[in-house]
């Protein structure tokens, strides 16, 4: 039953997700696509955080990926969908050569330099004078099916898609237990012959990489990239909050997570435009205290402990 | 020729010195004990030939090279294996992942194929109910999983490092045959660290005793054991008298 439910659930839901915009209003679309630009960036996150490290740094590749697509496209002629691309490669190029020494870094240094990385790209793009548009930023002639709201939809569930498989195929093969066991203890994983610095690279190049795929995706929607707008901490903030809240470590976990705070965010928008934040803040308190394996935790939980219930078949 | 030949291994942590001029050498199928007081080294020994840190001075040698400079992860991989004073079970994976691990990253093994050997390796040591959390085992199965954790890189060099510490004495009979059983039919040189002097007696061929980071005796256990500077040194004073 467990292996039908694996994966009849997400083939069900990306058809759904699919079909979505067939039915829904321009307002519910819009609302959806943010909330699949989150939800991609979730994923991201918590594939970084399995190996225990924690970043603060997704506005950062996801604002050089917005960036990459605009220059890219402004100064290369690429088209949009290998723009996007390229806002891929650059940010999982820039993770590696960066990577080479922050990775040496842990816990809450690692965090605050990711943090600080992000807000030196701000900094250097607001000041890039003609290069990078300085504060104004970048315009785009033209967007990728001319902006149609459909095909953005189904461009930023593309990238849905491919953050679920990578994090799917993490979880599937041997990176699942490199990471967890870097992430349970460095000493014991280096004495069983793991390389604990390459498996932090490929974890924090993979990340990089889609955070700079949903950047370059982002930049197709508004047309344009600023300083301020495509590294804003929102853009770190939702997604960890959203994989928080859904359950880290685990692939459906941040799209559970994306789905209810996604939803929930416009929601708050529309009714306190000014404190939404701060229910932000306060989910985010409550989950950690209440629930810090998150909603998919939870459940995960449940069912081990009813497959374990005495005269259960567990065929 | 000894698989694992060390010389003049030092090493410094600042103005203090953990570990000076300590040579040793140790052949597949022997079991070497490494005793000494609290704070005289063994630990930092351990680290030193598994590569957690560099020496300051001196020199190892395995199977013909030079390691010295060696990372930790590549020892494992080239046979050097340990298990911890201080054991870490991974708790976020299960029994036979953590035993899986060495399988996957020092033999190169696929999962499927990592899963089944482990699976026949913790069979062989006596370890069952795989599926089951770290947390919820007991201590004489966690240090069998260590030990499993261990083996799983296939290791020709191992050392133990207390892990008869906190088991009770039909445990300790039970584990110390099972470290016998290993060194002679995987052909392991095994170095083991141990306050318990009645399994050193039983288990080791031979035994260094460190003191104050220096090897101040070596030598089969019942000579060692009568050596004064040992018997001052290591035993104290209640069982110099009597014996351990």
Known sequence: MSRAVRWIVPVVALAVAALFPLAAGPYPLAVARSVLTYMALAMSWDLLLRSGQISFGIAGFFGIGAYTAALSALHLGLPPVLSIVAAGVVAAALAAVLGLVILRLRTVYFAITTLALAEIFRVIMQNGGDASGGPEGLVMPSLIFNGEAKALYWTSLAAVLLSGTVSALFQRSRARLALTAIRNNELSARSSGIHIFTWLMIAFVSSSFLQGIVGGIQLQEYGFASPDSVFDSYYTLLPLAMALLGGTYSTPGPVVGALLLGVAAEYLKLKIPYGHLVVYGIIIVLVILLMPRGLYGVYRGQVKAWAGRPGVDRG | ?244
């Open chain 2, 1 to 244: 020729m000894a698989d694992l030949e060390v010389t003049g291994l030092g090493r410094r942590f600042g103005g203090l010195v953990a570990l000076q001029n300590v040579s040793f050498s140790l052949s597949r199928g022997e079991i070497l004990g490494i005793i000494g007081p609290n704070g005289a080294g063994k630990t930092t020994f351990i680290n030193l030939v598994t590569g957690v840190y560099a020496p300051t001075s001196g020199c190892i040698r395995f199977k013909d090279r030079d390691i010295t400079r060696m990372p930790a992860h590549q020892r494992a991989r080239a046979g050097i294996s340990r298990t911890f004073q201080i054991i870490h079970p991974l708790e976020s994976l299960n029994v036979l992942e953590n035993v899986m691990l060495g399988f996957l990253f020092c033999r190169r093994m696929r999962q499927a194929e990592a899963r089944r050997a482990a699976e026949v390796l913790c069979r062989s040591l006596g370890l069952e109910g795989l599926g089951r959390d770290v947390a919820q085992i007991t201590m004489l199965e966690l240090k069998k999983m260590e030990i499993a954790h261990a083996l799983a890189t296939h290791p020709s060099i191992l050392f133990l490092d207390e892990v008869m510490a906190g088991l009770n004495v039909d445990e300790t009979r039970d584990l110390v045959a099972l470290v016998r059983g290993i060194a002679r039919e995987r052909g392991i040189g095994v170095g083991v660290v141990e306050h318990v002097m009645s399994v050193i007696r039983d288990l080791t061929h031979r035994v260094i005793v460190l003191e104050a980071g220096e090897i101040i005796a070596s030598g089969p256990y019942e000579s060692v054991a009568r050596d004064p500077r040992v018997i001052a040194a290591y035993l104290g004073k209640e069982t110099a008298g009597g014996g351990a």
